[in-house]
């Protein structure tokens, strides 16, 4: 019967909201009273240099100095942090003996504020905190405002950081280093080159329909993913095409915001375990490498019944498809949808383009099965099924076929 509702019959979840969300135009503004409702007293702004040359780093200064608090800039993040990078920010924050975080900027500057946050309340190093839970200590507060609409990592109680020797990427996840508030104005994102539009656009996209599948997907995580989805999914074109309409910017702000409260429900699955190790050896850009792999691993796990059904019912939250059609044409109309976004943002297509080589696709399938969201995907998934979508991805053309 294909009209029955394929909500999964919830299993057990334990969801406490964690971050206070405030959204709007000029939201920004309140960053000082927020900061000192907090208890803050001298304030770490976690940022990069595209942010201050901007201006927006002077301005949360300027904020955060008009209700009296210290402010230190710490402005060297840089993308996809590691371990270097945190020790270099602690020693600022240890230096200014700081008692609250902002971080301010894409994913990078989250991660780094939160890496910090790790070592500079409990201790050790980052790879002490790797995996679920490490911290005993309590942490400082966090202030994450995003500038990019992509990574959701303001919703989010992970820390991502590479080792700076191995590159391996560490998740340390701990509802500590949760933000305490995410300040979501879409106007600071008006500042984006076009291609982070794009990448972090496609990302949060990706986000969306990867938790709307996952093993862990429940009906709380599936109302995040279902309205996180049509927020971005009928926003992209416009932001694309006109950066500056600032109410497309903010469906996209506070989508990719509440993909990233997905994902912390849900977990993601195999377009993400598949971009990981194309990131780490070839460079590749995340939103590029998992836009790649998304369409993909969407039509590979819509041979699992209830899989099928989930993505037919997500088209069908912003009307791209109706499950009433039949499962086949809505997932059909869904992944035309995608591959659409990701023509018109520019996307690289095949890994011919990326200059990834054929010989190394066993040793990337292998990378790709180990990963830990390959183990929440819906269809479960060996290194030969990575091997297979590998393969495909060489093989596509440039207009998704
Ligand atoms: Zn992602």
Redesign the pocket.
């Known amino acids: 019967m294909q009209n029955e509702p394929s909500l999964p019959t919830p299993g057990s979840f334990d969801h406490a909201p964690r971050t206070r969300l405030v959204f709007g135009a000029h939201a920004v503004e309140k960053v000082g009273v927020l900061a000192a409702e907090l208890g803050a007293k001298r304030v770490l702004v976690v940022t990069d240099k595209g942010i201050v040359t901007a201006g927006h780093a002077q301005r949360v200064e300027h904020l955060l100095q008009a209700v009296g608090l210290g402010v230190v800039i710490y402005d060297q993040v840089r993308e996809n942090p590691t371990t270097r990078d945190v020790d270099e920010c602690v020693k600022v924050a240890r230096a200014a003996a700081i008692d609250l975080f902002v971080g301010l900027g894409g994913g990078s500057s989250m991660d780094t504020a939160k890496g910090c946050n790790f070592i500079l309340t409990n201790g050790g190093q980052m790879k002490d905190y790797w995996g679920v839970g490490k911290a005993t200590k309590s942490m400082l507060p966090l202030i994450a405002i995003p500038t990019t609409a992509g ?1 959701g990592s303001e919703c989010q109680s992970a820390a991502l950081i590479a080792d700076e020797h191995s590159h391996q990427k560490m998740a340390c996840l701990d509802p500590k280093v949760a933000a305490r508030i995410a300040i979501l104005d879409p106007e600071l994102t008006v500042s984006q080159p076009p291609r982070v539009t794009a990448c972090t656009g496609i ?1 949060a996209i ?2 969306a329909v990867e938790t709307a599948v996952t093993k862990k997907r429940n009906p709380l995580s599936l109302m995040y993913s279902h309205e996180a989805f049509k927020l971005t999914v009928t926003s992209l074109e416009r932001v694309l095409s006109h950066p500056l309409d600032v109410e497309a910017r903010g469906r996209m702000l506070l989508g990719a915001a509440l993909a990233g409260t997905a994902i912390e429900n849900s977990m ?1 699955g195999a377009a ?1 375990s598949a971009a990981n190790p194309l990131t780490a050896h070839f460079g590749i850009v ?1 939103g590029q490498a ?1 836009g790649m792999m998304l369409p993909l691993v969407v039509r590979f796990n819509s041979a699992e019944p209830a899989a099928l059904r989930a993505y037919a019912e997500l088209a069908s939250a912003p009307e791209i498809a109706c499950v009433s059609e039949g499962l086949e044409v809505a997932r059909d109309a869904l992944v035309a949808r995608l591959e659409k976004l990701l023509n018109l943002a520019g996307m690289p297509r095949s890994l011919v383009d990326c200059g990834v080589r054929r010989e190394t696709i066993p040793a990337l399938a292998e990378e790709a099965a180990r990963q830990w969201t390959a183990s929440f995907n819906p269809r479960k998934i060996s290194s030969d099924d990575f091997v297979r979508l590998y393969t495909m991805a060489f093989e596509r053309r440039g207009d998704g076929a």
């Open positions: 990574t990302d990706a986000h993601l993400h995340h998992v």
